[in-house]
């Protein structure tokens, strides 16, 4: 089939084809071995810089020579290493050739952004390559785990009576933040994990997608009262060198508004009083997962009526460089007096841009209550 298409071409161009060593040399690698996906791409590829090669010199209103580029973008985006090298190398001896023919059509500008090119598409050939993933694959994929890691952190269907509000915002628009959310609703039991890994944005989105899947796991296939201290051993079986992860669990009973609460290292969840109209800070501790083997928490027990709601959040809502944690949660409580007469649906959103818009930090919420 290779041979057909030679010989398609025009006597001169073949005859020119046959005295460039480059261009032989990428004739023979393609006839070696079977041709693949890649090669099938590199081809197409290749014979497209020698169109837009001969095309520039004879016409550069249809062709200029800057068109070459547009070869080395595709080729970075979806060549292997070895088969972009090859097309570097058709493409820098069509560069030669239009110099040579139509010098006044080269000049340094295109030569310079070419070179660029060319360099910026063997960074991306070899980073796919070094993924194992090629073409845009790898982005696809990342943009699957992105949803994966939403859809998780979706509450439940709850019954009548009970609603909730997850707002999530990452540090500097990224799609992938160190807070995410775990839920499970199981014989009338609600169960809620917010967990927050140090770091923020992609820096800490990583290490979020793989304890996401292994705290959900856990969430509901453990009893209650285990699932920090399983958390912790899987942590702590991990060995991690970058930094700490903090998670708050809640567990409800939905028919009798009993709840409790436990904490590893993250800050206090609030609890809404309607009869009182007042935000109460919960007492529930415990150390950060992953730093000791046996965890120790302090749970919290109470009651949610009508009315009621819990307020769960990470620290980015609350924590400024140079001030108290204390006053982060007091500041907090005062905007959130704005949820009451307003809806907690309807204000949930707007507390978290309020909080987080001087805060370049990953920041979540999660209110529940009881209507």
């Given at each position: 089939?290779?041979?057909?298409?030679?010989?398609?071409?025009?006597?001169?161009?073949?005859?020119?084809?046959?005295?460039?060593?480059?261009?032989?040399?990428?004739?023979?690698?393609?006839?070696?071995?079977?041709?693949?996906?890649?090669?099938?791409?590199?081809?197409?590829?290749?014979?497209?810089?020698?169109?837009?090669?001969?095309?520039?010199?004879?016409?550069?209103?249809?062709?200029?020579?800057?068109?070459?580029?547009?070869?080395?973008?595709?080729?970075?985006?979806?060549?292997?290493?070895?088969?972009?090298?090859?097309?570097?190398?058709?493409?820098?001896?069509?560069?030669?050739?239009?110099?040579?023919?139509?010098?006044?059509?080269?000049?340094?500008?295109?030569?310079?952004?070419?070179?660029?090119?060319?360099?910026?598409?063997?960074?991306?050939?070899?980073?796919?390559?070094?993924?194992?993933?090629?073409?845009?694959?790898?982005?696809?994929?990342?943009?699957?785990?992105?949803?994966?890691?939403?859809?998780?952190?979706?509450?439940?269907?709850?019954?009548?009576?009970?609603?909730?509000?997850?707002?999530?915002?990452?540090?500097?628009?990224?799609?992938?933040?160190?807070?995410?959310?775990?839920?499970?609703?199981?014989?009338?039991?609600?169960?809620?994990?917010?967990?927050?890994?140090?770091?923020?944005?992609?820096?800490?989105g990583t290490r979020a997608?793989?304890?996401?899947?292994?705290?959900?796991?856990?969430?509901?296939?453990?009893?209650?009262?285990?699932?920090?201290?399983?958390?912790?051993?899987?942590?702590?079986?991990?060995?991690?060198?970058?930094?700490?992860?903090?998670?708050?669990?809640?567990?409800?009973?939905?028919?009798?508004?009993?709840?409790?609460?436990?904490?590893?290292?993250?800050?206090?969840?609030?609890?809404?009083?309607?009869?009182?109209?007042?935000?109460?800070?919960?007492?529930?501790?415990?150390?950060?997962?992953?730093?000791?083997?046996?965890?120790?928490?302090?749970?919290?027990?109470?009651?949610?009526?009508?009315?009621?709601?819990?307020?769960l959040y990470t620290d980015?809502?609350?924590?400024?460089?140079?001030?108290?944690?204390?006053?982060?949660?007091?500041?907090?409580?005062?905007?959130?007096?704005?949820?009451?007469?307003?809806?907690?649906?309807?204000?949930?959103?707007?507390?978290?841009?309020?909080?987080?818009a001087e805060r370049d930090?990953?920041?979540?919420?999660?209110?529940?209550?009881?209507?």
């Amino acid at each position: 089939m290779l041979q057909r298409l030679v010989h398609l071409l025009p006597p001169r161009v073949r005859a020119f084809l046959r005295r460039i060593p480059p261009l032989v040399a990428l004739y023979r690698w393609l006839r070696r071995g079977t041709l693949s996906r890649d090669r099938y791409l590199g081809a197409g590829l290749a014979l497209l810089a020698i169109v837009l090669g001969f095309g520039a010199v004879e016409s550069q209103r249809w062709s200029p020579s800057g068109a070459l580029v547009l070869t080395l973008l595709g080729g970075g985006l979806l060549l292997r290493v070895r088969s972009l090298a090859v097309l570097l190398g058709v493409v820098a001896v069509m560069v030669g050739y239009d110099a040579w023919k139509a010098p006044s059509n080269t000049g340094p500008g295109i030569i310079a952004t070419l070179a660029v090119t060319a360099v910026l598409a063997v960074t991306l050939a070899r980073t796919r390559q070094q993924l194992g993933v090629m073409g845009l694959r790898g982005d696809s994929m990342l943009l699957e785990l992105r949803d994966r890691l939403r859809s998780q952190g979706e509450m439940p269907k709850l019954p009548d009576g009970w609603d909730t509000q997850v707002v999530m915002l990452q540090a500097g628009g990224s799609s992938f933040g160190g807070d995410f959310v775990v839920s499970a609703l199981h014989d009338g039991v609600l169960e809620v994990a917010l967990v927050d890994v140090s770091g923020k944005g992609t820096d800490a989105g990583t290490r979020a997608l793989m304890l996401s899947g292994a705290f959900g796991g856990l969430l509901g296939s453990v009893p209650t009262e285990q699932f920090l201290p399983a958390c912790n051993t899987y942590l702590h079986r991990q060995q991690w060198d970058e930094g700490f992860v903090t998670a708050v669990h809640v567990v409800i009973e939905l028919e009798t508004g009993e709840y409790t609460v436990e904490s590893a290292g993250h800050p206090p969840v609030v609890q809404f009083d309607a009869g009182s109209g007042t935000w109460q800070v919960s007492p529930a501790k415990g150390v950060v997962l992953g730093v000791i083997p046996d965890l120790a928490a302090t749970p919290e027990r109470g009651r949610l009526r009508a009315g009621d709601a819990l307020l769960l959040y990470t620290d980015g809502l609350v924590e400024s460089p140079g001030s108290d944690l204390d006053a982060g949660i007091d500041r907090l409580l005062g905007e959130a007096e704005r949820l009451v007469p307003n809806g907690f649906r309807k204000g949930a959103r707007e507390l978290v841009e309020l909080m987080s818009a001087e805060r370049d930090d990953d920041c979540a919420l999660i209110l529940i209550w009881r209507t």
